[in-house]
């Protein structure tokens, strides 16, 4: 028996983009999400709470509101469900978000400063510094949303915060370009620590 999968191209979306974080070692266990807009709606498909990025259950991505609340699914979305849809509401030209505990974001997060743009195409491509907010938590709460949208500068098109102790959050234009940011943002952490070490930065 066929069973059609509501949404399959956003859910498949979202789990490839997942898959490729954890191949990047960018999140193990069951933390981070991602999610994309649904086109024309007040609706995302995003990573439901408890769910691997390795996985490839189209069960662990659910369709919800951009309230949080649950349209179409098994399970209940990830608690960072608010903070997506926030960001989906406040920035139209957003249609997705990659939110990864990824080691060289979060290592130099620690220090509270922001990740300086250390090599060309960061600069280029990041357009400053990427900014550390302290959230004093390990999710961000209703009333911290306003902190993290004015983290993403449109002044200056920077398109990814990182959550001190937490994580990086990046937005794109669709699913790829939030990816490639994200993948930036860990690589010039990488980078800027390597410089730092070698007495550079
Ligand atoms: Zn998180």
Not at 32 to 59: H, P
Not at 134 to 153: E, M, N, P, W
Not at 161 to 180: E, T
Not at 189 to 197: D, K, R
């Amino acid at each position: 028996m066929n069973v059609t999968i509501a949404y399959a191209e956003e859910r498949h979306a979202v789990i490839a983009a997942q898959r490729r974080c954890w191949e990047q070692k960018m999140q193990s266990g069951n933390g981070g999400n991602v999610s994309v807009r649904v086109a024309g709606s007040d609706l995302m498909a995003v990573k439901a709470t408890d769910c691997s990025f390795q996985g490839e259950d189209v069960e662990a991505v659910v369709i919800a509101r951009l309230t949080g609340a649950l349209v179409d699914g098994t399970r209940t979305p990830t608690k960072e469900a608010l903070l997506h849809g926030a960001i989906y509401a406040a920035r139209a030209d957003v249609n997705a978000i990659v939110h990864c505990h990824s080691p060289w974001a979060v290592g130099w997060s620690l220090t509270g400063r922001a990740i300086p743009n250390v090599t060309y195409h960061s600069e280029l491509k990041l357009g400053g510094p990427v900014p550390v907010i302290d959230t004093g938590s390990y999710s961000v709460a209703a009333h911290q949303i306003d902190t993290v949208l004015a983290g993403f500068d449109s002044a200056s098109g920077l398109r990814a915060v990182v959550l001190q102790g937490h994580g990086l959050v990046a937005i794109g234009r669709d699913i790829d370009d939030a990816l490639c940011t994200a993948e930036l943002v860990e690589e010039t952490a990488h980078i800027a620590f390597v410089g730092s070490m070698l007495g550079e930065r």
